[in-house]
T-cell receptor
Framework: DAGVIQSPRHEVTEMGQEVTLRCKPI?????LFWYRQTMMRGLELLIY????????DSGMPEDRFSAKMPNASFSTLKIQPSEPRDSAVYFC?????????????FGPGTRLTVL | AQSVTQLGSHVSVSEGALVLLRCNYS??????LFWYVQYPNQGLQLLLK??????LVKGINGFEAEFKKSETSFHLTKPSAHMSDAAEYFC???????????????FGSGTRLSIRP
């Protein structure tokens, strides 16, 4: 069991550049979640998918952020153009969404620094 | 809507002392509750969860939590703190989307636990 896989683990980019974060959920899980964590705002849910369909994207900060899940084994979070305030750790998590008592499994995170 | 409130953003205890991290929930339906732990530079991992089978739930690393409906609480405890327990702890509650029946987890703001030698 490889767990949730995120890439890259670290990303340093300059303001205005496009950033793409990638996530491979645990096989068999039908729900996928993208979070952002900062010291100031804590852990924020950005968007989540169920059966590859976006359910709630109300946490996406603005139009510069977009997320896709083209199939059950892959998701991307894109920021275009990136800004220094986007610097944070971005987590992907997956779970079995068929039962409300099922927990989420988190990936190791991608630490993004926008200069 | 479901929510959780964690009392105290930072708790410090001596090694060997009792650990008590407080969490209160608000839910319109019988809740499913979780405690997660985050060690430095890592993702969150599940400590324990309450699914209504038993009010006292035992988790990993000697932690346990008791569900008290009358107090709407789900406090996390450990009898004797160890240096390796230093981490951030998140209380959370499950929330069901009415339209899709998909579930998500709503996290509290976290409590940072420090252990004094």
């Amino acid at each position: 069991d490889a767990g949730v896989i995120q890439s890259p683990r670290h990303e340093v980019t300059e303001m205005g550049q496009e950033v793409t974060l990638r996530c491979k959920p645990i096989s068999g899980h039908n729900s996928l979640f993208w979070y952002r964590q900062t010291m100031m705002r804590g852990l924020e849910l950005l968007i989540y998918f169920n059966n590859n369909v976006p359910i709630d994207d109300s946490g996406m900060p603005e139009d510069r952020f977009s997320a896709k899940m083209p199939n059950a084994s892959f998701s991307t979070l894109k920021i275009q153009p990136s800004e220094p305030r986007d610097s944070a750790v971005y987590f992907c998590a997956s779970g079995d969404g068929t039962k409300s008592y099922n927990e989420q499994f988190f990936g190791p995170g991608t630490r993004l620094t926008v200069l | 809507a479901q929510s959780v409130t964690q009392l105290g953003s930072h708790v410090s205890v001596s090694e060997g002392a009792l650990v008590l991290l407080r969490c209160n929930y608000s839910s319109s339906v019988p809740p499913y509750l979780f405690w997660y732990v985050q060690y430095p530079n890592q993702g969150l991992q599940l400590l324990l969860k309450y699914t209504s089978a038993a009010t006292l739930v035992k988790g990993i690393n000697g932690f346990e939590a008791e569900f008290k409906k009358s107090e709407t609480s789900f406090h996390l405890t450990k009898p004797s703190a160890h240096m390796s327990d230093a981490a951030e702890y998140f209380c959370a509650v499950s929330d069901l989307d009415a339209y899709s029946s998909a579930s998500k987890i709503i996290f509290g703001s976290g409590t940072r636990l420090s252990i004094r030698p």
